[in-house]
């Protein structure tokens, strides 16, 4: 009984190593980065594998790209240095564009966009900040007015932002020497530290907080403030690229823009984050 | 990253000071061998120098940061809610730990027939301890017990992961900004070596002044000239 079942394991590995290479495996092979700490974009189940809104999008666009990929995760203060020096070849981590970035390397067109803002504790008293949306690419002066308005909540405060994100830019700009700036490596410890009350406020993406408020951590927490996006929050998140890759910039460029048209991204955002994160153009 | 030095020193000699005192005490406790007290003792050594630096930095950190209703009530919450104190705590705890095995080594090593003749001269207790144990032991136990202040020195550029910026995480920073991770992590290592120098001759200029009769040139000149 075993032998024939060996036998027959061993023919059927024969057969498939002797098949014609099927059309997928023509495919371009690349690695894609991601940071697998930042739900609901990217993060590692319970199973140990990575998941969430990147996760789908990227198979989705990599079919459409004929790329075969596979993603890896990779500690998001590192996620730059690695693909320039060739450790992978994309990255997909809720990167925002943004000049600096672009010094350094390409970007796709934008796969999402949403706002940023804080993550506080309702019995905070910057549960009381005021809200409104304000865009820093749009309405320079109008979300800089705001942001004075906030002053006076945060003095003295602590607010804590996961390290070389353009959360931290932001936080840096304008709240430097009114609020004590802590540094994080990942957003998961930022929110930690705001259930444990080291910090007063976390400063992130609402798409994230909005995943932090459902989680297990999350039920005494709100999101508070004005909702800001553009300017030095970055222009929308996109497909990482090193320089030089232009025929890989075309593809993902071509797979984002068509799952925009045909509500791909719409579809897999209001899985993920319950709201439409589609980049208005 | 210069500006991280002196929270990288700070912290290291701070919980190098603390960890001391811990470790000479746990050495004596088990060294009494009172059995409930030394078991303890032995059982604190075997759990922080089983488990890995980084992880206790998280249990204290991020572990304790979770019974804040509980530190609250017991007036402690002011403490585990500094970084600081909780990274001073977890290293404080590790080095404790090892010197603790290193003073219990120094210990050891002070021959029985030194203290046999020690008592014959009539002292007993704490003279004994102080003129001939002690002496003897720190003489052994230096050595040793550098090479935990340089290890120490090194172990604070954990501390980086709870938000704390000293040399290695405004090292991480700087790379985050310029992407030059070979030249700043050189630059980083650099600044560890060169503070790890002056502590390195400062431990040596030590063992020199502890144990003058143990200098190099003496200990040569005590080797026969040539026995073939």
Redesign the interface.
């Known amino acids: 009984m075993t032998f024939v079942r060996l036998t027959a394991i061993a023919g059927a590995l024969l057969a498939l190593c002797l098949a014609p290479q099927d059309v997928s495996a023509q495919n371009r092979k690349i690695k894609v980065a991601t940071e697998g700490a930042y739900a609901p974009w990217n993060f590692v189940n319970s199973q140990g594998k990575l998941e969430g809104f990147e996760l789908d999008l990227g198979a989705e666009l990599c079919k459409r790209a004929k790329l075969d990929c596979e993603f890896v995760a990779q500690d998001w203060d590192g996620i730059m240095p690695s693909l320039l020096a060739k450790k992978y070849d994309a990255i997909m981590a809720g990167m925002n564009i943004t000049p600096k970035r672009m010094e350094m390397i390409n970007f796709t067109a934008a796969y999402a966009a949403g706002p940023h803002g804080f993550l506080v504790l309702k019995n905070s008293p910057l549960a009381k900040m005021p809200g409104g949306e304000f865009s820093l690419t749009k309405d320079i002066a109008g979300a800089e007015k705001a942001i004075e308005e906030l002053k006076p909540f945060l003095k003295g405060k602590v607010l804590g932002v996961q390290g070389s994100t353009t959360n931290l830019a932001w936080a840096e700009k304008y709240f430097k020497g009114v609020a004590e700036i802590r540094e994080y490596k990942t957003t998961e410890q930022h929110d930690l530290d705001l259930s444990a009350g080291r910090i007063d406020a976390a400063v992130d993406a609402h798409s994230a907080a909005k995943a932090t408020m459902e989680s297990a951590i999350g039920k005494d927490m709100m999101i508070a403030g004005p909702a800001f996006s553009g300017g030095i929050l970055g222009l929308g998140v996109a497909v990482g690229l090193r320089k030089e890759d232009n025929d890989l910039k075309t593809a993902f460029d071509a797979a984002v823009k068509s799952a925009i048209a045909d509500g791909t991204i719409k579809t897999l955002s209001m899985k993920w984050f319950k709201i439409d994160m589609t980049p208005k153009s | 990253m210069l500006a991280g030095v002196p929270l990288t020193l700070q912290l290291a000699f701070s919980s190098i000071a603390l960890g001391l005192g811990m470790a000479i005490a746990l050495a004596l406790i088990v060294r009494a061998g009172l059995r409930p007290l030394s078991w303890l003792a032995e059982s604190y050594v075997f759990v922080f120098r089983g488990t890995p630096l980084l992880v206790q930095i998280f249990l204290v950190y991020?572990g304790l940061?979770?019974f804040?209703p509980e530190l609250q009530e017991i007036g402690l919450?002011w403490f585990f809610?500094s970084?600081y104190y909780c990274a001073l705590l977890a290293l404080t705890l590790n080095t404790a730990a090892y010197g603790a095995e290193i003073v219990r080594g120094g210990l050891q090593s002070v021959p029985a027939g030194q203290i046999e003749a020690a008592r014959a001269f009539g002292m007993s207790g704490l003279t004994l301890y102080r003129r001939i144990v002690a002496p003897i032991a720190l003489r052994q136990a230096l050595p040793a017990y550098g090479n935990e202040i340089i290890l120490m020195i090194k172990a604070t550029s954990l501390v980086s992961?709870i938000?704390l910026?000293e040399v290695t995480?405004l090292a991480?920073?700087l790379?985050?900004?310029t992407?030059r991770?070979f030249e700043v992590f050189f630059a980083a290592g650099t600044i560890y070596l060169l503070m790890n120098f002056v502590v390195t001759r400062l431990i040596d200029l030590a063992e020199r002044w502890i144990a003058p009769d143990l200098k190099r040139e003496n200990r040569v000149a005590m080797v026969p000239l040539d026995t073939r």
């Open positions: 991020y940061g979770q804040r919450w809610r970084p992961t938000t910026m995480g991480h920073k790379i985050s900004e992407f991770s």
